[in-house]
């Protein structure tokens, strides 16, 4: 007895879901593309460039090759954590995608340019994704920025340069200038980054628990690239191969194939979008493409993924048929906005701001005036008194300038004000006060102190009663920049010289606010030092001038104190990372152990013998009896060395602290 076709394909699928078998290589075969892959100093020496022109006119896809010692997956706790992510951690979202069946969680921050990176939320991440979280993704941002700035980018702008014919530049904006490098887009932009994780539930029919379908619907990404780590399978010892695009030239669908990690490098794809086929003026020649991509998961399957959205300025023109628009104005057409519900769908080729069909927005953030060195993270200001007010002004915990170039007293005589909105918020509701409010901070009510990339500033006709920092104004030549924003008491990063963030000297009313106060602090931080050693040639001296007995013990309990509490001080300034107090705390040390100790070392009547105490706390603890045994070892007379014990003498020749 034979079963008809569709009964036995049912059977074979009920008995293979039964067992959890991905149905996906007898049912859905598809076509591989192993990704094309290049090292750093292939695009940096330009060894592979014919390989490189002819990815970036095809597929728009490819990995590079970063060097690292990463012995492991760098993105496992984002595996770890992944019902764990949401709002509890601040910048944190959960949302149910377009198919019904997979949640996706994400920590979203942002990077101005290429180097200066808005931090992640440290303490949240470690709490819910574990301690070594908050440093692994760091460092998967770096990776992929320094395949991105180092790499990428100087690769394509020189072929750009090689191939050009025209003087005009490669994009333009709105006041009239322009961008003759891919470098100048880049750096003048606010990028998206976001660190995803997705799990897809398994299907209620027996029948789809085992077919792989779409997660994400086929589009392609409304920024000129993105950067990303390819997804990593949470499930266990099982590659995440969930990845697929169209290839050029046909409508195949294929899936990709992204190299493995060899010797502990880091694997960074990058991906054209449509902003670099369609906003940029490359020449004729260089016709960049965009992937068109989807994400497909079977039921079941869990993933971590992280990667960059490299944008272009809000004020950049990326059309001018049938009417002319800047990327600000094109986001607001576009069907990628935060109205959209789960059950929305992409159509087919899509162009969204960002990656995939779902319902979080993704604004562009005005820029801000920070000024920082390569990768640090950028620190957030404490409100609206940190900023200079002038041509930045507060908004999602930081500076952010204008959001155009028209003078702001123009603004105000034609009755507007300055708002901290989402602009999205506003466009669905029309309602000034729910915009403010959705970027404003839920205990204090005040506007601009949440972290969330679709709040903005924006110039809005004034109503009474809703927060506005317009008050605040200072014109531009009567406001100075600002030597530092916000307070901290310790840099989280690593040894700063001068950051961005005014660093609190012990107390929370000193604060090092401008560089003379630093240059101050320097000088009394050297002081302070040369006093702790004071304390210990005192201490020292004035011990081995009393005898014997409770007068002995009380001064030397006091001095102790004193010494302590000067030592401990000392190493609180050196943990706050600042570089400038770290050097002082040191020159100060020094110079008075000098000072105090070089009669009795170098002097004419000196015993020439070196004082071994120090101000570190954890050997102070051993400067009692010992010590003094120690610097009283040569004035002691002949009687006294004939009745040491053993235990004595063993102390006078462990002196050394």
Known sequence: MQFPYSTGLAVTTFLLGLQGVNCESDFDEVEHYEVPTFTISDLQNGSRDSDFFDTLTTTGLFAIRVPANEPTNILSELCDCIDSIGPEIHGGDTVLLADGLTTRSTIATATKGTDEPLPLPKNDINKMCGMKAYSNFERARDYVSHATSDAFIPALDRMIEELSTSTNPILKNRNGKGYSSISSIVADA??????????????????????????????????????????????????????????????????????????????????????????????????????????????????????????????????????????????????????????????????????????????????????????????????????????????????????????????????????????????????????????????????????????????????????????????????????????????????????????IYLFDSLVISTRAALIGACIFTIAFGMLVEFVIFQRRSILTKLGKGKKKMVWSALLYGIQLTSSYLVMLVVMTYSGPLFISVIVGLVTGHVVFNWSEVAGKNGSGNVSLEGSTPCCTNALDDDAFRCETAETRTETDRTSETKSDVDTLQNCPC
């Open 190 to 503: 606010v990028n998206l980054e976001h660190f995803h994780s997705y799990s897809k539930q398994l299907s209620g029919n027996i029948e789809e628990r085992a077919v792989v379908d779409e997660t994400l619907s086929w589009h392609t990404d409304g920024g000129l690239f993105l950067a990303f780590l390819p997804g990593q399978s949470c499930n266990d010892d099982k590659k995440d191969e969930s990845f697929r695009l169209k290839l050029h030239g046909s409508n195949t669908e294929a899936k990709a194939i992204f190299p493995e990690p060899l010797n502990g490098d880091v694997v960074v794809a990058i991906m054209l979008g449509a902003g670099a086929e369609q906003w940029l003026d490359t020449p004729e020649s260089l016709r960049l493409r965009a992937t068109r991509h989807a994400v497909k998961m079977g039921g079941g399957e869990e993933r971590a993924w992280y990667g960059m959205m490299h944008l272009v300025a809000s004020d950049a023109i990326v059309q001018v048929s049938p009417s002319e628009l800047t990327f600000s104005e094109f986001k607001k057409t576009s069907s990628h906005t935060r109205g959209r519900r789960f059950s929305d769908t992409a159509q087919p080729d899509e162009i969204v701001v960002g990656c995939g069909n779902h319902n979080v927005s993704e604004s562009p953030l005005a820029t801000n005036d920070f000024s920082v060195t390569a990768r640090r993270r950028l620190q957030h200001v404490g409100g609206p008194e940190d900023c200079n007010n002038s041509n930045n002004f507060f908004c999602w915990i930081s500076c952010l300038e204008l959001p155009d170039d028209k003078p702001f007293n123009g603004h105000v005589s034609s009755g507007e004000s300055l708002y901290c909105l989402n602009p999205s918020v506003l466009a669905s509701t029309n309602d000034l006060q729910k915009a403010v409010s959705a970027c404003a901070d839920e205990v204090t009510g005040e506007a601009g102190s949440v972290m969330d990339t679709a709040c903005g500033n924006h110039w809005h006709e004034t109503e009474p009663g809703i927060q506005s920092y317009t008050s605040l104004y200072t014109e531009y030549e009567n406001a100075s920049l600002k030597y530092c924003y916000g307070r901290t008491g310790m840099y989280m990063q690593g040894f700063e010289w001068e950051a961005t963030t005014c660093m």
